[in-house]
């Protein structure tokens, strides 16, 4: 399986979007400071995620999740609830 997942920064509280085949690895690897692009924004918690059998499908919506804000504010909609509760 492949996951498109959302994270959440405890520190800033901003989103971070990504893909991965190994989703609890790559929760750890963002909070162990090991991924350049978060690594000032730890810890994170995991909000949301989805799961693909096929790796283009994940890394497809992830694209869209980075590059068309009307996928990520849809998406931010549906999961309103899980963005605010702690």
Do not use: C, W
Request: glycine share 4%.
């Amino acid at each position: 399986m492949y996951y498109v997942y959302v994270l959440k920064s405890k520190k800033d509280s901003k989103l971070y979007y990504g893909s991965t085949g190994n989703l609890r690895r790559r929760i750890a690897e963002h909070n162990a400071g090991k991924v350049y692009s978060t690594k000032n924004r730890r810890p994170f918690e995991l909000v949301y995620y989805e799961a693909y059998r096929a790796e283009a499908d994940a890394r497809q919506r992830e694209q869209k999740l980075k590059n068309y804000g009307r996928s990520t504010t849809e998406l931010n909609k549906r999961i309103a609830a899980s963005l605010v509760a702690d």
